[in-house]
């Protein structure tokens, strides 16, 4: 498959099981701990899926998502969070994500939602 998966999550624990979650579905994954390292690493003709969580520190999520949009990147963008309440979906989806999962999530689910994303953004 060869496609490129890019997590950003402050939790090590995290980042190592999803990392194992998509490399055994054949991804190659680039993981860092903050919004600020995966920023430094960008490039707007990046292709792949990012995988982002909220509350992260230095700049959070949507900060992301917005220096992102800034830039002109197409890379879609799923964020996750611990969040309960319904104005952080909300806030993803209005922010430029194409998918939100809330943590804990089930991995299948996480997969359909990359899944569509490469896929969407393929077309």
Not at 41 to 67: S, T
Not at 73 to 90: F, H
Request: hydrophobic share 45%.
């Amino acid at each position: 498959m060869d496609q490129d998966i890019y997590i950003v999550d402050d939790d090590e624990a995290v980042r190592d099981s999803l990392r194992a979650l998509f490399e055994a579905h054949g991804f190659a994954v680039h993981d860092f701990a903050s919004g600020s390292d995966f920023l430094k690493h960008h490039a707007p003709d990046m292709h792949g899926c990012l995988v982002l969580d909220v509350n992260l520190p230095g700049i959070d999520g949507f900060e992301v998502l917005r220096a992102l949009a800034a830039t002109g990147s197409r890379l879609p963008v799923i964020i996750m969070t611990a969040r309960t309440d319904g104005r952080t979906s909300a806030h993803a989806i209005e922010a430029g994500a194409i998918g939100f999962v809330q943590k804990p999530f089930v991995s299948s689910q996480l997969m359909d939602l990359v899944r569509s994303a490469l896929q969407a953004t393929q077309c």
